[in-house]
């Protein structure tokens, strides 16, 4: 089956303190992964791609096909960081020509000072 | 640039009342998309749409409808409001099929059904 999962609902951690946010996937091929965020009352916004393998807000995330993951990391907390963040697959279903675009739940990220 | 705009905000129906929630993008995007988000959960694809007049069902679109008029428009409409369906409501577009530059969404619209 082709899901994403975030197995931490929530995960606190205090100012200046490494983050790592779980992400894993099960997808027979070779998807796409995204983070999102979504700060308090504001809409969800694309954080970073791995395909871009870009540093968003000090954000990194490193694909790993062997353990398909794609872990969102960030050395040195802040507390403006605290927000939603979304995991997210694409990929392609070439027998039918669709794509999926499948968001994980969810975790919750809060930066105490 | 709005990008995706979404409208109501907040909304409360009554059981069996019917609404339209709006959703315009300025981007020429083709592809389009409604979400609803429960408490806990992971988005879930109501609609999509890949172009004007193309519209088709994602996981849990049982109790809307949706049209594409237009490139910019994509309403998702309620007929006969339930309490199943109190959750935020996203609208989101992208510019490819794959979404592969990532979607824009809109900012939500919370829907209580009382």
């Known amino acids: 089956a082709q899901r994403v999962t975030q197995p931490e609902k929530l995960l606190s951690v205090f100012k200046g303190a490494p983050v790592e946010l779980k992400c894993n996937y099960s997808?027979?091929?070779?998807?796409?992964l995204f983070w999102y965020v979504q700060y308090s009352r504001q809409r969800l916004q694309l954080l970073l791609r791995?395909?871009s393998r870009e540093s968003i807000k000090g954000f990194t995330a490193d694909l790993n096909k062997g353990e398909t993951s794609f872990h969102l990391k960030k050395p040195f907390a802040q507390e403006e960081d605290s927000a939603m963040y979304y995991c997210?697959?694409?990929?392609?279903?070439?027998?039918?020509?669709?794509?999926?675009?499948?968001f994980g739940t969810g975790t919750r990220l809060k930066v105490l000072a | 640039n709005a990008g995706v705009t979404q409208t109501p905000k907040f909304r409360i129906l009554k059981i069996g009342q019917s609404m339209t929630l709006q959703c315009a993008q300025d981007?020429?995007?083709?592809?389009m998309y409604w979400y609803r988000q429960d408490p806990g959960m992971g988005l879930k694809l109501i609609y999509y749409?890949?172009?004007?007049?193309?519209?088709d069902k994602g996981e849990v679109p049982n109790g809307y409808n949706v049209s594409r008029s237009t490139t910019e428009d994509f309403p998702l409409r309620l007929e006969l409001a339930a309490p199943s369906q109190t959750s935020v409501y996203f609208c989101?577009?992208?510019?490819?099929?794959?979404?592969?530059?990532?979607?824009?969404f809109g900012s939500g619209t919370r829907l209580t059904v009382v």
């Open positions: 989101a577009s992208s510019y490819s099929r794959s979404g592969a530059s990532g979607y824009t």
């Open positions: 997808y027979s091929g070779s998807p796409e």
């Open positions: 791995h395909i």
């Open positions: 997210a697959l694409s990929g392609g279903d070439y027998t039918s020509g669709t794509y999926k675009y499948i």
């Open positions: 981007m020429n995007h083709n592809y």
């Open positions: 749409s890949v172009g004007a007049g193309i519209t």
